[in-house]
Each structure stands twice: as structure tokens, then as C-alpha cells.
């Protein structure tokens, strides 16, 4: 198992041994002790599956005082996965990296509390399973609107379905004096 720090260097691509032979595949996914050695907590909370179709896009989502870190992978499908640093005293605020993530090349993205994260659908259909550091909280999510241009998030297509909720997300520079007040406690 590789684990590559991508240009955010906290957010960390990890490419499975896979196994291949007539009959099929076999990877391991996940264990807990190869990850701790790589940095990743020893422990996830919560585990999420998702499906989405075509041109869904979603995000960008965090969590502001009980922030998640995300070990994601997808299933079914691929999609162009994204983070964006949401830490103020981070070198590397406001800045994003995208990876493609699909059931063809099983590369897994960990993303650490503190950063936004969204996903847009690249194929018919996805499913995206993640593991959680932290319990999901409706009443401490924050977002960031997908197309903000201060973020130059560069999306492989335009979206066509985004949730209500996703279009009226603020802009990354009106989420400042949040990110500042809570400094994301627990990251």
C-alpha cells in the first residue's frame, strides 16, 4: 500500500496492493494499524455510503467544532474528488487538491478535519464509502459554495444537479471570520 501526500501535503492519496488473477480481484481496504503508521487516525467513528448520478456535484461540506477527517474511496463509478484547507493558520488556506477516485483505479483519498470537501459524479452512476473520524452533526455543518472563483476550483464539467442547499452555500471569504472564530477545535 502506497500513501502519496498530494500538493496539500495533510491530504494523503493511498493506492491499494491489488491482487489480480482469472477470477478476479483482492485488496485490502483498510486496516487500522497501516494506517496509524501512515498518520491517519487509529480510529473512525462512522462509515457513509453515497450513490449520485451523473453531473451530481456535492460540497463543499465541513463540520465547524466537531470537524471530520474522510477516508474516502469509491465502489461504483468515479468521481473527481475535492479539498479545500479551511485551517486559518495553515500555510495552505484556501488552496485545493482534486483526485480522481474510481472503482477501476481503487486509489483511496484521506482528507483530515479542518479541510471542505465536495465530489462531483463523473460516470452514470457512483457510490463513494467513507470513513469518518467524527459523528456527523447537521447543526455544525458549514459549507462553501462548489464555484467560488477565489477558490479556482477547476471541476471536470459543469454541474447539473446540485442541491438546494449546496446552491446557496457562502463564498470561502464570507466563511472566514467562522474559520478564525472556531479555528476547527479539533483538527
Known sequence: MRFTSTRLKEVLLIEPDIFRDERGFFLESYRSKTYAEAGLPAVFVQDNHSQSVQGTLRGLHAQLRNPQGKLLRVTHGAVFDVAVDARPDSPTFGKWVGETLSDENFKQLYIPPGFLHGFYVMTPVAELEYKCSDYYDLR????????????????????????????KLPTFSQMVPQFELYRFKNS
Open 140 to 167: 455544525d455543518e458549514i459549507g462553501v459554495i462548489w464555484n467560488d472563483p477565489q477558490l479556482g476550483i477547476q471541476w471536470p464539467n459543469n454541474p447539473t444537479l446540485i442541491s438546494e442547499k449546496d446552491r
